[in-house]
């Protein structure tokens, strides 16, 4: 099973800023099988990029995805006050899928 | 648009069974494969099983391997998590999931989740 671990586990950013989210895997996996999801409070969680770089439907293109191999980034260019919430990796390369942590991106 | 709809969370015991269901529209349900994932209170998500949409190919994880099953009625347009042996640690929201690509299991991604149901297990 890949474990995914992502850095840091909190963030603290204020409007505007740049945020850059880390997820490194424990071993290198399949074409950039990889997405990231958004996950805001008492809300299911919803996809952002798939692919390591592409963006789903309707994502703002401030959010963009980058890596191979074993390490990924998701990077926000200038939060907005609605991207404040927990960011997930996930692996679907080499089942089973797995997701890593989670990065919670908190208002400074 | 695509909706799913959790229901048959709930409390119970350990030791106890539960069903789990999933209803699903807006798209051609028989055309995806569909998956459980759950969130303990607190904590990250976790991949618990998933289904073809032929039911041909089925998997789970270590953690409820033997205890859940996972099955669909097209027909119905309805998934299904049949959970036994319920632990403690099972205690968690569970999302029905839904695949993007068509007649895909493998490298394919979640791009639809409903809302969730919760349960708890506890004496």
């Known amino acids: ?108 | 648009e695509v909706q799913l709809v959790e229901s048959g969370g709930g409390l119970v015991q350990p030791g106890r069974s539960l069903r789990l269901s999933c209803a699903a529209s807006g798209f051609t349900f028989d055309d995806y494969a569909m998956h459980w994932v759950r969130q303990a209170p607190g904590k990250g998500l976790e991949w618990v099983s998933g289904i073809t949409w032929n039911s041909g190919s089925i998997g789970y994880a270590d953690s409820v391997k033997g205890r859940f099953t996972i099955s669909r009625d097209n027909a119905k347009n309805s998934l299904y998590l049949q959970m036994n042996s319920l632990r403690a640690e099972d205690t968690a929201l569970y999302y029905c999931a839904k695949d993007f690509r068509r007649l895909r299991f493998l490298d394919n991604w979640f791009d639809s989740w409903g809302q969730g149901t919760l349960v708890t297990v506890s004496s």
Do not use: H, M
């Open chain 1, 1 to 108: 099973e890949i474990v995914l671990t992502q850095s840091p586990g909190t963030l603290s950013l204020s409007p505007g800023e740049r945020a850059t989210l880390s997820c490194r895997a424990s071993q290198s996996f399949s074409s950039s099988y990889l997405a990231w999801y958004q996950q805001k409070p008492g809300q299911a969680p919803r996809l952002l990029i798939y692919g390591a770089s592409s963006r789903a439907t309707g994502i703002p293109d401030r959010f963009s995805g980058s890596g191979s191999g074993t390490d990924f980034t998701l990077t926000i260019s200038r939060l907005e006050p609605e991207d404040f919430a927990v960011y997930y990796c996930q692996q679907y390369g080499n089942p089973p899928r797995t997701f890593g942590q989670g990065t919670k991106v908190e208002i400074k």
